[in-house]
Nanobody
Framework: QVQLVESGGGLVQPGGSLRLSCAAS????????MGWYRQAPGKQREPVAT???????NYAEPVKGRFTISRDNAKNAVYLQMNSLKPEDTAVYYC???????????????WGQGTQVTVSS
């Protein structure tokens, strides 16, 4: 019903920056909380940052002060600006949204396909 398309991942040196983008499409009524999650090899998927429709943000402790999440409700998009990247930030990053479909009341959760971020010299 709803698809999330990500872009912006890649290879960067320690201390560098990347900006991830994720746009939602499909039978969208209203997008509620949106966020970014990541999963490193051999590790569980963990939340990185979330943002409400009104703009309230929440960050995981390891990325506070370095990452910034934002959204554009008119474009059905969410972004993650990543600065001062460290090797331990290397992971597959996934975007996520809670969504109410058009003409329906039930809320669903949708996930992106994931994009690789590698921080290495």
């Amino acid at each position: 019903q709803v698809q999330l398309v990500e872009s912006g991942g890649g290879l960067v040196q320690p201390g560098g920056s990347l900006r991830l983008s994720c746009a939602a499409s499909g039978n969208i009524g209203t997008l509620y909380d949106m966020g970014w999650y990541r999963q490193a090899p051999g590790k569980q998927r963990e939340p990185v940052a979330t943002i409400t429709r009104e703009g309230t943000t929440n960050y995981a402790e390891p990325v506070k002060g370095r990452f910034t999440i934002s959204r554009d409700n008119a474009k059905n998009a969410v972004y993650l600006q990543m600065n001062s990247l460290k090797p331990e930030d290397t992971a597959v990053y996934y975007c996520n949204t809670d969504v109410r479909l058009r003409f329906m009341t039930t809320r669903l959760t949708s996930w992106g396909q994931g994009t690789q971020v590698t921080v290495s010299s």
